[in-house]
């Protein structure tokens, strides 16, 4: 059994945009469940490619929050397996099409930088995709490193890639 002491709050964003984007991020949810427990949902977005090569699709985004005391490091090497068990081929093409990606956002007020990983994501309060499901799961939440919540944060960006609700 976890200590209490150690729980904290883990914030993920999944992205598809490559084969049943949806049942992608379905499946990578039922993942985390497995793992995890109970978790906290965005509503689903259809946004538009974002650093992406010409003529790519859009994707399908959400985040998902947790509660765990599971170490940052295990946590990312978890969503490469997923990623992995999805169907996620990785060729060296930055922003390639992906059948499913996981990046963690936060992982309590956790910070550092190691070629595997980086906490808090270091573009997640620059991107609509990111900060409008974080918004659904809690308005308030300010990222490890920021002063604003992810609405004001979310607020200030300025006009860019649509970030629109997909019907379930």
Not at 25 to 39: H, K, N, P, R, T
Not at 86 to 105: H, K, P, S
Request: glycine fraction near 8%; proline fraction near 10%; charged fraction near 20%.
């Amino acid at each position: 059994m976890p200590d209490p002491a150690a729980m904290r709050r883990a914030g993920f964003s999944l992205g598809s945009n490559l084969g049943d984007r949806l049942a992608n991020l379905e499946q990578a949810c039922d993942y985390l469940s497995d793992v995890f427990g109970s978790l906290r949902l965005s509503q689903v977005y259809e946004t538009e490619p974002v650093g992406c090569p010409p003529g790519s699709p859009a994707y399908l985004n959400a985040c998902v929050e947790v509660e765990t005391a599971m170490p940052a490091q295990e946590i990312m090497e978890l969503c490469l397996k997923i990623e992995q068990e999805l169907g996620r081929t990785r060729t060296g093409v930055y922003g390639e099409a992906r059948t499913c990606d996981i990046d963690l956002i936060y992982c309590g007020q956790e910070s550092c930088a190691t070629p595997q990983l980086t906490l808090p994501h270091p573009r997640a309060h620059e991107r609509a995709f990111v900060l409008r499901p974080l918004c659904d799961i809690d308005p308030a939440l300010t990222l490890p490193g920021q002063s604003k919540t992810v609405a004001a944060l979310l607020a200030e960006l300025p006009e860019g890639p649509s970030v629109t609700p997909f019907p379930l």
